[in-house]
Each structure stands twice: as C-alpha cells, then as structure tokens.
C-alpha cells in the first residue's frame, strides 16, 4: 500500500496571491505522478501526469515539478483566483508497469481563494 | 467525444432495495474503475477492469456490492440490499492505462 501525503490539509489565500501545496510519496518503484483538481459538487478532473524526475509541467497559471529520487511534487498557482478553489489531489499509480493505472490518492490540500 | 456517462445522476431509494449504477467508458480506453466518496472517507476505490477483466476488489465494501463489466463499453455497479450507510457519490472513471483518468459526473445516491 503506498503512502502518500499532501500537505497543507487545507489552505486559505486573498485573490491574487501565489501559493504552492507538496505531495510526498515514496521514491522506490516511482512510475508516475498525476495531478487533479476537484471542485465541489463536479467531478475530479486530470491536470498533470509526471513521470520524469526534474519534470516540470504548466497549463495556464498552475505548475508543478517533480523530484522523484526524495519523493516529492510541488503544485504552484500563480496569482490565485476564486474559480482556483478546489481540492487538488495527487495520485502516484501503484509501483510497476502492470498497475493498468490504479491510482492511489491523497487526502488532498483544499484550497479557499477569498476575493 | 462526449467523456465518461454514468446514470442515473441520482438515485434516490429505500433500504433493501436493489440499486443498480451504470457506466460508459470513453471509447477506446482500456481500464474502468469505480470510486466512492464519502464525508469520512474520501475518495476511495472499489474496484477496477482492465480490457473488461476485473483485476482488483479489494475495496468493493462486502459482499452486497458486485460490479461487472461485459464489454468494453458497459459497466454496472449494482447493491443488494442496499443500507443508508451506503449513501455517497459514486464515481466511474476510465483511462489508457498508464494515462491519467478520467471521470464521469457521478452518481449521487440516498438510501432512506
């Protein structure tokens, strides 16, 4: 069973403001990391998958890297907007090739953008 | 593509009766899986299918939750009997396994 932990539980920033929230998983057997962001009341929906240590990816104003040899990803936001406000879960798959994609999730970071 | 279907979007039943929860899986995806949310638990999965093959149950709750996928395009998750603590949102999702997955709406389900 894989241990993943996401840190901060939940966040509160001012419209505006950057933030960023870790996702730590173990290193052994890395295979991949996915990203998704949850919003109340909708579906969670896939943001990044990183599969490469020092792999950093971007879409709009949200980034993440990955560092797979000390077992962590950062998800950074940049200039936070109401509509950011979700739950942002990480994911690794189960260690090898033959997970066909069972994810592990994290308890997730809420995050609150006040206007 | 029209994404990931499930139905009904909400079911509303009393204990004991059967509920049945459906899913289509994007076209060509390889790998389906069922979730269940709750309050206290989160996202957590029950079960899921590669190439319509159930590969693993090990969280599908007991023995009143079975679930099946007869093709590749059709998957039921179904309760008998069903209880009130089985009230959640049930999730379907699908990929192309090692790919990220994507999920369906969700079905919200009350059991009085």
């Known amino acids: 069973i894989l241990n993943v932990e996401q840190s901060p539980q939940s966040l509160h920033v001012q419209e505006g403001d950057s933030t960023n929230f870790t996702c730590s998983f173990p290193s052994s057997n890395f295979y991949a990391l996915h990203w998704y962001r949850w919003e109340t009341a909708k579906s969670p929906e896939a943001l990044f998958v990183m599969t490469l240590n020092g792999d950093e990816k971007k879409k709009g104003r949200i980034s993440a890297t990955l560092n797979t040899k000390e077992g962590y990803s950062y998800l950074y936001i940049k200039g936070s907007q109401p509509e950011d406000s979700a739950t942002y879960l990480c994911a690794p798959p189960n260690a090898g090739g033959t997970s066909y994609g069972k994810l592990t999730f994290g308890q997730g970071t809420i995050l609150t953008v006040h206007p | ?112």
């Open chain 2, 1 to 112: 593509d029209a994404g990931v279907i499930q139905s009904p979007r909400h079911e509303v039943t009393e204990m004991g009766q059967e509920v049945t929860l459906r899913c289509k899986p994007i076209s060509g995806h390889n790998s389906l899986f069922w979730y269940r949310q709750t309050m206290m638990r989160g996202l957590e999965l029950l079960i899921y299918f590669n190439n319509n093959v159930p590969i693993d149950d090990s969280g599908m709750p007991e023995d009143r939750f079975s679930a099946k996928m007869p093709n590749a395009s059709f998957s039921t998750l179904k309760i008998q009997p069903s209880e009130p603590r089985d009230s959640a949102v049930y999730f379907c999702a699908s990929s192309i396994s090692p790919a990220g997955q994507f999920f369906g709406p969700g079905t919200r389900l009350t059991v009085l």
